[in-house]
């Protein structure tokens, strides 16, 4: 059987004007340059062994988007996504982020292929707010559910609260 990885991550909302809008990174690298539509993310990344849940959710926000967010969070589903991978996700309500303000660990890879030469590029090159239905296109198909499930929760009030 093939191991099956394990990320986490945060669902940054807000309550806007037309409904929920939320906070979405784009990821960095050659590879994602010229992608768009069907490319974003909500900040998430693989847990380390025997590493909290949350607080690999919360480690990786920070290590994305420069963010160290805390408050009360509301637990989501696990989302399995075509690859395999389950997310773990915690959405998060917050006033506002300045998706200006992101400030992205690097990583390195060989760039340009077979060249020889190493090169670093940022986890995450931008972030931004969508409104829901704009970021249901923005976001990638796998993750999709995730936002349709906090949107759910949000509209029939569940409560938001700390746990893990």
Not at 12 to 23: N, Q, Y
Not at 86 to 105: C, F, K, N, Q, T
Request: aromatic content about 8%; overall charge neutral; some cysteine.
């Amino acid at each position: 059987m093939a191991k099956r990885t394990h990320s986490a991550g945060l669902v940054i909302f807000r309550r806007g004007r037309g409904g929920l809008d939320f906070f979405l990174v784009h990821p960095g690298g050659p590879y994602w340059t010229r992608k768009d539509d069907g490319a974003w993310s909500i900040p998430k990344g693989e847990i380390a062994d025997g590493e909290d849940r949350l607080a690999a959710a919360r480690r990786e926000t920070l290590e994305e988007t420069g963010f160290d967010l805390d408050g009360q969070f509301l637990r989501l589903a696990p989302a399995r996504q075509p690859s395999g991978k389950i997310i773990h996700p915690w959405g998060i309500e917050v006033d506002d982020l300045d998706s200006a303000a992101v400030r992205s660990v690097t990583f390195e890879m060989e760039w340009p292929p077979r060249s020889g030469k190493t090169m670093a590029f940022p986890e995450v090159d931008r972030a931004a707010w969508f409104g829901a239905d704009q970021a249901m296109v923005k976001i990638i198909a796998g993750q999709r559910p995730i936002l349709e499930q906090l949107a759910e929760k949000v509209a029939a009030g569940a409560a938001v609260a700390s746990c893990r």
